[in-house]
């Protein structure tokens, strides 16, 4: 259904080459991507989440973490440095993800019962401290088409992580501001005892997207 988007650079490409061209010298010219290059992670997007962390201090040593939209697999790469020897990190994409050392990976189309279900699978019913989503589907341009499909992707991960989630648990999601945007707040804001909104340095600023961190998942 979605094709690859990494780390939001499918934005806008392959509908002009002028454009496209503007994109990838963008792209190169970006210091996340050279840091990236350079500290051997295999995505700007990295920067994203450490930032979150060092604010909000969700992922740590010893937890259990989901991984939502993971591929190319900046985001498992530094989940899995925080969890550390005695932690674990499941992840899923539609996309191939080259391996990493304990990453367990599902690959699927989150959309679909059937990798739904294969996650759970993976998981293996142990507890889960932690639910990354930085899913997003191939933008098109146009918000009347992206932005449902954005806040699918959002409700199904939200899904996951209430009905997965250990009590006081953390969900960390991507989400793009636009309709529907608002009544899922709500919700959310209804299951997490916390929940604050950031807009990380490595977050295009022209991008609508904004990082939901919700933690203390209520029980029941
Ligand atoms: C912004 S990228 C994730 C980057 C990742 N966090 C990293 O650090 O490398 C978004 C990902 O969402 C994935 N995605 C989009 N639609 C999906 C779907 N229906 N099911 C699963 N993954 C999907 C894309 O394939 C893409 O890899």
Do not use: C
Request: glycine fraction near 10%.
């Amino acid at each position: 259904m979605f094709t690859r988007d990494v780390a939001g650079q499918g934005a806008g490409m392959g509908k002009k080459k002028g454009s496209s061209r503007a994109w990838l010298k963008e792209h190169h010219d970006d210091i996340y991507v050279q840091r990236a290059q350079q500290e051997g992670y295999r995505s700007r997007a990295v920067y994203k989440l450490m930032e979150i962390n060092e604010k909000d201090r969700i992922i740590r040593s010893g937890m259990s973490v989901l991984d939502l939209g993971s591929a190319p697999g900046g985001w498992s790469q530094i989940a899995a440095e925080m969890v550390g020897d005695r932690g674990r990190v499941v992840a899923s994409d539609i996309l191939p993800m080259d391996a990493l050392p304990d990453v367990t990976f599902v690959q699927g189309d989150f959309t679909e019962q059937e990798t739904y279900d294969r996650v759970l699978v993976a998981l293996g019913g142990q507890p889960l401290d932690v639910v990354l989503s930085d899913m997003a589907p191939n933008m098109s341009g146009m918000p009347e088409v992206d932005q449902p499909r954005a806040m699918y992707l959002v409700e199904l991960a939200t899904e996951l992580a209430i009905n997965s989630l250990s009590p006081g648990g953390a969900f960390i999601t991507k989400v793009f501001q636009g309709e529907g945007f608002e009544d899922w707040f709500r919700q959310i804001r209804i299951h997490f005892g916390r929940v604050v909104s950031r807009k990380p340095k490595a977050s295009r600023p022209r991008s609508r997207e904004i990082y939901v961190v919700a933690s203390g998942l209520k029980a029941g």
